[in-house]
């Protein structure tokens, strides 16, 4: 089922910032963790940050300190701020729903390029 539309890819250069959003719906956010996984050509695909219904979150190592993942129920949206951007982060970012992979989205594509 495509019950994820996700939104706020873009060019940027290195250094620079995006956000990107999740759009759910209620009841998605009610029950499950939510979060982001990222797809590059001839990469492996790669959970990059989770975040559970009560708020605690986890990150992949090599975004820490850069990206920070947020929910806000009342809007049914999950978020990834993410600073500091490199090359090495492009990739297609998808919503990811803990144990549903029947949900899914189009994704947004990131690009970081000088």
């Known amino acids: 089922q495509e019950q994820l539309v996700e939104s706020g890819g873009g060019l940027v250069q290195p250094g620079g910032s995006l956000r990107l959003s999740c759009a759910a719906s209620?009841?998605?956010?009610?029950?499950?963790?939510m979060g982001w996984y990222r797809q590059a050509p001839g990469k492996q695909r790669e959970l990059v940050a989770t975040?559970?219904?009560?708020?605690?979150?986890n990150y992949v190592e090599s975004v820490k300190g850069r990206f920070t993942i947020s929910r806000d129920n009342a809007k049914n949206t999950v978020y990834l701020q993410m600073n500091s951007l490199k090359p090495e982060d492009t990739a297609v970012y998808y919503c990811?729903?803990?144990?549903?992979?029947?949900?899914w989205g189009q994704g947004t594509q990131v690009t970081v390029s000088s």
């Open positions: 990811y729903v803990r144990g549903r992979d029947d949900f």
């Open positions: 209620r009841t998605i956010f009610s029950i499950y963790a």
């Open positions: 975040i559970t219904s009560g708020g605690s979150t």
